[in-house]
């Protein structure tokens, strides 16, 4: 496990800081002692941005997790040519993650309004889906499009918050994902909260304090991706 200090987790709208390089792996990614950079999971890709160093603007394109390691690796554009120990400002692309934070978040509304349980699902910062096993249940595009922007103008609040296994394990209908479940035995969990009572499920993504800070939104397309799997995709509606 990644001993990185994942600071989005607890503050989503922290754009810049320093941190030191823990390491340079041999294929150049680098690992910090703590990161403001989303890490690519849950369907939300990784933060993009700057490192600057000694007055050298390094481009990061990407935030991932090292399968092997399990250390967060920020991937540059070329050689970074740091070592350990130095100090860097990092600075992630705030448009590109804002928009994925309003996206995330909106997928958590279109997530409340299917009462189906979703087997995938992907972010972006102009287009992201949901994909839902349906069953029997019929999705309309235009209502669903009423509803989410409804929920969107009605300003809830949106909060997280901290469990342990024991209370997932109480509260079982709290998982929606079906192909994909939260990870056990780490000590705690954090839950993603849309008050009052419309969503609150584990999640550990980027998300906006308020509904009322995601763009209009439509729903662009539902498509059929089996017997009763339906995709529901949403675009910002510019």
């Known amino acids: 496990m990644s001993d990185t200090k994942l600071l989005f987790k607890e503050n989503a709208y922290l754009k810049n800081t320093y ?5 340079v792996n041999e294929r150049g990614g680098i690992v910090l002692d703590q990161t ?4 690519t999971g849950g369907g939300q890709p ?3 941005g700057t490192f600057v160093h000694n007055g050298r603007s390094i481009e990061i394109v990407t935030t991932v997790y090292d399968r092997d390691t399990k250390q967060v690796v920020h991937v540059p554009a070329a050689s970074s040519e740091l070592n350990v120990g130095d100090e860097v400002e990092t600075a992630i692309d705030w448009q590109s993650r804002y928009k994925h934070m309003q996206m995330h978040t909106a997928l958590h509304l279109l997530c409340s309004l299917v009462p189906c349980g979703v087997t995938g699902g992907q972010i972006g910062a102009t287009k992201s889906r949901l994909d839902f ?9 235009e209502q669903l499009t009423l509803q989410i922007n409804q929920l969107i103008d009605a300003k809830h609040a949106v909060s997280t918050r901290w469990v342990d296994d024991e209370y997932l394990d109480a509260h079982p209908n709290l998982v929606k994902t079906m192909s994909v479940k939260p990870p056990r035995g780490v000590g705690k ?3 993603l909260e849309i008050a009052p009572n419309i969503d609150l499920q584990p999640c550990g993504g980027t998300h906006v304090k308020n509904t009322s800070e995601i763009a209009k939104l439509r729903v662009s ?3 059929n991706k089996g017997k009763k799997n339906r995709r529901v995709n949403i675009i910002f509606d510019e």
């Open 46 to 48: 990784g933060d993009c």
């Open 221 to 223: 397309k539902i498509e």
């Open 189 to 191: 969990l954090r839950l």
């Open 36 to 39: 403001v950079f989303y890490v």
């Open 133 to 141: 096993d349906v069953g029997e249940t019929v999705l309309d595009k």
């Open 19 to 23: 941190a030191k390089v823990v390491s």
